[in-house]
Nanobody, 125 residues
Framework: QVQLIESGGGLVQAGDSLRLSCAASGRTFNTYTMGWFRQAPGKEREFVAAISRFGGRTDYADSLEGRFTISRDNAKNVVYLQMSSLKPEDTAVYYC??????????????????WGQGTQVTVSS
């Protein structure tokens, strides 16, 4: 069992940067691919980024245009999402997730086993 707790969300202005953190419990953190998804009101949950067990592979949603960076610290059991040049359309609840997707399925929420409660990110124009 893995528990995930996100933090770092908040209200920012367009163009600002924000870093989300996700702390994981347990001793098996480095056995999981970690991901970030987001869900805006009235929309489906969408893939943001994923990082492999030891950070050798990262995947991003094409729509992000290189503005976000995912990273992890296995010694601290933490995964990060650095977000820059934020836009109002980035407003959503951001969820941290852990699982064992293949490299071609890391964008599919059904491939993940554990989810955090989410942290709200609001970007004002």
């Amino acid at each position: 069992q893995v528990q995930l707790i996100e933090s770092g969300g908040g209200l920012v202005q367009a163009g600002d940067s924000l870093r989300l953190s996700c702390a994981a419990s347990g001793r098996t953190f480095n056995t999981y691919t970690m991901g970030w998804f987001r869900q805006a009101p009235g929309k489906e949950r969408e893939f943001v980024a994923a990082i492999s067990r030891f950070g050798g592979r990262t995947d991003y949603a094409d729509s992000l245009e290189g503005r976000f960076t995912i990273s992890r610290d296995n010694a601290k059991n933490v995964v990060y999402l650095q977000m820059s040049s934020l836009k109002p359309e980035d407003t959503a609840v951001y969820y941290c997730t852990a699982g064992s997707p293949t490299s071609s399925s890391s964008h599919l929420p059904g491939r993940y086993d554990y989810w955090g409660q989410g942290t709200q990110v609001t970007v004002s124009s």
